[in-house]
């Protein structure tokens, strides 16, 4: 077995461990933490003195088991999945992207802005590419400026993105506040072009629901981030950095280079995320529009361990959660799903190390 | 604005910063991360107003806004000492559950998803502009009793051998895990302390009342280097911001939204080192082995 030729305690290398291993090591994790989150489920639901068969019943009715309900969830994940593959690219090279909450705002402001300069009737396929720039260009902005001070002074990527948010997040409302709104709202005008078609439009059983074009885009964005990250040489570099930075330079790979292009990318991914809600629901840019998908996109990333298509599937758990908090909001309290969101990236981030640790164990046993 | 009441108003603000950006201090100074702040605070506030709606005392409800800080911060101890998680990860995710959780009981104890009913508070005497609320003289004692406690104490040196060099720590016989849950508890009670001012001020609990208040003591941390009387000082400056803001408010100079930008502006050209690099402790994020 691999692990007699590896030193003790080894991450797992770029293309060294079987994929029986690698799967082990990614999905027992998740495994757990739902097992975890259902039993903190079951006592938040008996606390309201309510049956958890019949309420997990109705979570799932109101999901999955309605074209409406589907559609929503596929609204909501369509937002994670951009959050969440931005957040696991950075974290692909090390790098902790904490600022998907303002990359995608002003991605979103971004895509907004265009949409509003360009011409009444310019058709959706020049439209949609270049609002998708800018909202590229925007979020990417945003993301570069922590990689360029990671690379220039070494300041932690975790805490300048942290403040970042702050900072851009009060631009961005004082822009919309102060200048561009519609009078008695926080929102920019409606835009003249780049509005997507709604799932709704293509089969009339989504009628209501916000799913949108942009849930095709995510998938698409998923699988260039996954030819990249696998099958690019830049992605290769990328993730060695993230593996071992020193041994990377030592190999010949600008570190700094890789964390540059590294977070600036994470920026542009999660500021692309901004055409769900502005070019496919609203058709407008509204302030706060971002509020807790760039946070949760962290639990996506971490959720689908770091891979394109884990990203997806964990999107899609946490679109679940948020829409079943409002199918069940008539006899448990929706909030009863912020506390599970938090309980699954608890117990995510304690099972990953605790999990590595076992398998290693027990496969040095078997191997002696 | 004569200069005392401007004084009054900025340490009223600065008090919940003081609190949480001491506790901050001892729990990275010992090598963990304190993006947590933010939710022991929020935590904090809501216990207190459960303690203090059900006793009706407010001494009552601060016991139970540090208990209700100390059960978060003991959850992101086990989850980076004992398990080893990302340190970052557990703070993202404390943050969330500290919201979900005060959303969650505030529906279940209060019925309501937006705000606690009225609870009572300390002092209220409108001569005494708040300076007779007993919290208020603790919050400014707070940092410099951290100070004592990290540079003057035996338990002080070993977080300080903890964050830099916990092989060494360990070597001479230090458990460096022990010093680390208990500066970690320490964060939590204090940051809750700072929640509990905020709620007991306010005398209710709201929807996440601390409004990125935690996020601000982290700055102070980092712009004050981790010292915890420079990061009063700074919890000073960034709680001046408030008070002058509303002071140019009639002039129209400066909008509001670039006033609230100044603490995160600091904090980012503080850890570019344009003026003096803030270094954090050298083993600050890393689990230890």
Excluded at chain 1, 130 to 148: D, E, K, N, R
Excluded at chain 1, 210 to 232: G, H, K, P, S
Aim: charged share 10%.
């Amino acid at each position: 077995m691999s692990t007699a030729t590896q030193p003790i305690g080894a991450k797992p290398t770029l293309a060294g461990t079987p994929w029986r291993e690698r799967a082990e090591e990614a999905l027992i994790p998740p495994v757990v933490a739902l097992l975890v989150a259902l039993i903190c489920g079951d006592l938040l639901i008996l606390s309201y003195g309510q049956s958890p068969a019949a309420v997990y019943r109705l979570l799932l009715e109101g999901t999955w088991g309605n074209a409406y309900g589907f559609g929503q969830v596929l609204y909501k994940a369509t937002t994670l999945a951009f959050t969440g593959l931005a957040v696991s690219f950075g974290l692909r090279a090390g790098l902790f992207n904490i600022g998907g909450e303002s990359q995608l705002a002003a991605g979103g402001f971004a895509a907004a802005l265009t949409g509003l300069v360009l011409p009444m009737g310019t058709p959706l396929i020049l439209a949609l590419p270049l609002c998708m720039i800018s909202a590229g260009i925007a979020g990417g902005a945003v993301g570069f400026v922590p990689a360029y001070l990671k690379t220039r002074f070494g300041a932690h990527e975790v805490i300048v993105t942290i403040m970042l948010n702050f900072i851009v997040l009060a631009l961005l409302n004082w822009i919309i506040a102060g200048h561009l709104h519609v009078p008695e709202t926080l929102h920019t005008p409606e835009i003249h072009a780049g509005v997507l078609p709604r799932l709704a439009d293509i089969d009339p059983r989504f009628h209501g629901s916000a799913a949108n074009l942009a849930l095709i885009v995510a998938v698409f964005v998923a699988v260039a981030v996954w030819f990249y990250l696998f099958r690019a040489r830049g992605g290769y570099e990328l993730r060695a950095v993230g593996l071992q930075p020193d041994a990377a330079e030592y190999g010949g790979i600008s570190v700094g280079r890789v964390w540059l292009r590294a977070l600036t990318f994470s920026g542009v991914i999660a500021g692309m995320g901004g055409i769900n809600y502005v070019l496919g629901y609203k058709h407008y840019y509204e302030d706060g529009f971002a509020s807790g998908a760039g946070f949760l996109g962290i639990a996506v990333a971490l959720v689908g361990r770091n891979h394109p298509f884990g990203v997806l599937v964990a999107a899609f758990f946490f679109a679940t959660l948020s829409q079943g908090g409002l199918a069940i909001h008539a006899f448990v309290p929706k909030q009863m799903m912020d506390v599970l969101q938090g309980v699954v990236i608890l117990a995510v981030a304690m099972a990953v190390p605790e999990v590595r640790r076992i398998l290693l164990s027990s496969r040095r046993m078997k191997d002696a | 604005m004569n200069p005392i009441s401007f004084l009054t108003q900025m340490i009223r603000i600065a008090i919940p910063y003081l609190f949480a950006a001491s506790g901050g201090v001892v729990a990275e100074r010992s090598g963990i991360v304190s993006l947590t702040l933010e939710g022991f605070m929020l935590s904090g506030a809501f216990a207190a107003v459960l303690g203090t709606n059900y006793s009706g005392s407010p001494w009552v409800g601060v016991l139970s806004g540090m208990i209700g800080g100390l059960i978060f911060a003991m959850i992101h101890a086990v989850a980076t000492i004992r398990y080893r998680a990302d340190q970052v990860v557990v703070g993202v995710a404390i943050n969330l559950l500290a919201i979900g959780v005060t959303r969650f009981f505030l529906k279940l104890f209060f019925a309501s998803s937006s705000n606690s009913p009225r609870v009572a508070g300390f002092g209220g005497n409108p001569n005494a502009a708040g300076f007779d609320n007993p919290l208020l003289w603790i919050g400014i004692f707070v940092a410099p009793l951290m100070a004592f406690v990290i540079y003057k104490t035996p338990f002080g040196l070993r977080v300080r051998a903890a964050g830099e060099h916990p092989e060494a720590a360990e070597s001479v016989g230090v458990s460096v895990k022990r010093v680390r849950y208990v500066a970690v508890a320490i964060s939590g009670i204090l940051a809750a302390l700072g929640g509990v001012y905020l709620a007991l001020d306010q005398h209710q609990f709201t929807d996440q009342m601390t409004a990125g208040r935690g996020f601000i003591a982290i700055s102070a941390v980092i712009f004050g280097r981790w010292d915890p009387i420079r990061a009063a000082l700074a919890c000073l400056l960034f709680a001046a911001a408030e008070p002058l803001q509303i002071q140019l408010q009639g002039s129209h100079a400066i909008p509001s939204q670039f006033v609230e930008m100044i603490p995160y502006a600091l904090t980012i050209i503080a850890l570019a080192g344009v003026v003096g690099r803030a270094v954090p402790p050298a083993a600050l994020g890393k689990a230890e082995g």
